[in-house]
């Protein structure tokens, strides 16, 4: 069973520095982000009825500093961004550390970073729209749209998004790793990944239990672009990235990053050479992860997610769903997780990490951005960010970091 931290892939990084640029902490919302569109069909509960999320003091924001300095030291990340909002708690915006190493530039909240498997949460929901207005249905097969695919007959789209398929996972095939490695600034095609998984065997039976593999999320890209005719970004932008106005987020046609954007660094496992990967083509990971965002743009896209805003209410019910993942707590729904109450997505890709959730009893958003992508004891930086700012503001809603990541594709 693959454990919560899921990733595109593994790396590992040097250690860096652990400066910090303060910012405000403020009685409200922050650096102004795009609130989501209105017509919710979302019933929030009242704001915090019970103490869910610590108010963010000016004492609360010193003991959040410290942690942040503190988990900085303990898994040499060169750099992180840190949002936590919530209603009638105010709010706590930080960049720590360097977003560059070569020129020691500092972390800002306002840079771009790569989100990795984020990517997810804004593929299936483009697919749910789709089933909103009767396009495709949840439990209609993947080979109606798609031909080839392994059990393709009996494997579904709700199947594919809830990560239940029993694909192997092409991003942990050793060719395409070996291939990755050469030519990591040069295009992958969707059907060249999926030529990765399906020389392997199906691992288990449709719908028989949870394993996380990428290959499901280009399978959904490729079911966008067959019903719509459109290719992927620009389904992504106007079926999800405009309706819920995120005006600093793309899906990328190739290696493009809009500036400002943090260095995001990894390490050559061969060799054990630091490398900087932020021009890395994430065409590699399409549909699974190539994606670019903002801090603002996230805590925005933390509510809009996790309260269905931009889907009807039975659909949204269905996404949130969840199958058991083998950790206590913890279940993953249709392209979205449910940790403790947290409700969102982590991402890796070389480089960069990201976390995104919300907390919907106290209407609160996390959000945690990362310029590297190395393990910590086998753990996933980012989830060492969450339970060191979960500790503080929401201890009875710790985002956990005690389990392993999901294992190398090197």
């Known amino acids: 069973m693959k454990p919560l931290r899921i990733r595109l892939r593994r790396t590992c990084v040097a250690a860096a520095a652990a400066s910090v640029l303060i910012a405000p902490v403020t009685a409200g919302a922050a650096y102004g982000a795009p609130a989501p569109p209105r017509s919710a069909p979302y019933a929030a509960p009242s704001p915090d009825p019970d103490g869910e999320f610590a108010r963010l003091t000016p004492a609360v924001a010193e003991k959040l500093d410290a942690a942040v300095r503190q988990t900085m030291r303990e898994t040499k990340v060169p750099g992180v961004i840190v949002g936590l909002w919530a209603p009638g708690k105010g ?18 909240p306002g840079l771009s970073m790569r989100i990795g498997s984020e990517t997810k949460t804004f593929t299936v929901t483009a697919l749910l729209r ?36 029993g694909l192997y996972n092409y991003s942990e095939d050793p060719d395409f790793d070996k291939a990755l490695q050469t030519r ?10 999926l030529a990765y998984s399906f020389k392997h065997p199906v691992q288990f039976a ?17 079911v966008l672009e067959k019903v719509t005719g459109r290719p992927l970004r620009e389904i992504i932008t106007q079926e999800v990235l405009k309706p819920a106005e995120l005006r600093h987020t793309l899906f990328p046609r190739g290696a493009e990053f809009p ?81 403790e ?36 004891d086998g753990k ?7 339970e060191a700012l979960t500790s503080i503001v929401t201890p009875a809603h710790v985002y956990p970091a005690e389990h392993p990541a999901a294992p190398s594709t090197r």
């Open 259 to 339: 500036e400002p954007h943090a260095q995001g660094y990894t390490v050559q496992p061969a060799s054990g050479e630091v490398v900087d990967a932020t021009d890395w083509n994430p065409s590699w990971a399409w549909a699974a992860g190539a994606m670019v965002s903002t801090l603002e743009d996230l805590r925005s896209w933390a509510r809009t997610l996790a309260t269905g805003t931009l889907l009807e209410p039975a659909t949204q019910a269905e996404r949130l769903k969840t199958t058991p993942i083998g950790i206590p707590g913890a279940g993953y729904g249709l392209g979205i997780f449910d940790v």
């Open 206 to 222: 449709p719908g028989e239990r949870f394993e996380y593999s990428n290959t499901n999320l280009i399978l959904v890209g490729l």
């Open 184 to 193: 990591a600034e040069q295009p992958f095609t969707p059907e060249q990944l």
């Open 341 to 376: 109450g947290w409700i969102g997505h982590n991402g890796s890709i070389p480089g960069y990490e990201s976390l995104t959730v919300y907390l919907p009893q106290a209407r609160a958003a996390m959000v945690v951005l990362l310029n590297t992508d190395v393990l910590k």
């Open 130 to 165: 789709l089933v909103d207005r009767g396009k495709v249905a949840l439990d209609d097969p993947i080979g109606k749209y798609v031909a080839g695919v392994p059990n393709g007959d009996s494997i579904t789209l709700r199947q594919l998004a809830g990560m239940r398929s």
């Open 91 to 108: 709010s706590y915006v930080r960049a720590f550390g360097v977003a560059d190493q070569a020129t020691g530039a500092r972390m800002k």
């Open 380 to 386: 996933e930086p980012s989830a060492f960010f969450g």
